[in-house]
Each structure stands twice: as C-alpha cells, then as structure tokens.
C-alpha cells in the first residue's frame, strides 16, 4: 500500500513541475514581447532626401581610438534613397558614388556648401609675436 501512495505523491508532484515549467515558459514569452515592444518603440526611421547633407560614421576609429578625433566623416551629399535604407552620397570633391546603410548615417547641420564644387581650406597661423 505504501508503493500506490507514494507513486501517486509522485504523479503529483510532476504534474506541479509541469505547471510551473509552463508557467515559466509563459512569464519568459511575455517578458520578451514588453522588451520587444520598448525596444522597437525607441528605432529611429532615419530618412534622407535626395540634395541633403549627411555624415558618415567611421568605424575603424573605434578599434583604434584617437580621443580627439572626429568619428564622424563628411559632409556628403545624398544623391538617391533606397528602400530598406541604402543610400547613394557623393562627396563634392570626388566623383565617386557611394553606397551606405542608413544606420551608419546622421544629418549634418553645418553650412550648406557651394555648388561649385571647391572647398575653402582656411590655415591657422601662430599669431605675431612682438619683438623687443
């Protein structure tokens, strides 16, 4: 007799497990949505018109740190969009196209630059130093 109960007390005691391993498996999908959700929420769609400014972010500084170095490479210009976020920029000085994916691209807000296609180098200078 003490055979049945116990096999019975372990029947029920697996049937418990089953139920706390589904509710586990519940919990988890649960969880995995919210997260999924906030996650999605805070994308930024990034979308360029064909004419605007953009940089490029270079990632190799990233493996080889320079503190005071820009991360960011441009200004280029949009040329055509896409879908799935690939663009085509050209840079005024060349005449290369490239193409990029938009995760890799932000707005430049700088000063629009000229048509003509010539940048204007400006050189720092040591200021004069007076002489006794």
Known sequence: MGFEKAGAEQKLQQQELECLRLEAYENSRLYKEK????HDK????????????????????????????????????????????????SHPSSPTILKVNGHCLKLYHGEKIKDSKELEILLLEDPPTEVD
């Open 42 to 89: 805070n994308i930024k769609r990034r979308e360029f018109r064909p004419g605007e400014l953009v940089l490029i972010y270079n990632s190799r500084l990233r493996l080889m740190p320079d503190k005071l170095r820009s991360r960011w490479e441009g200004p280029y210009r949009v040329e055509k969009a896409e879908p799935y976020g690939v663009f085509h920029l």
């Open 35 to 38: 997260v999924r959700a906030v």
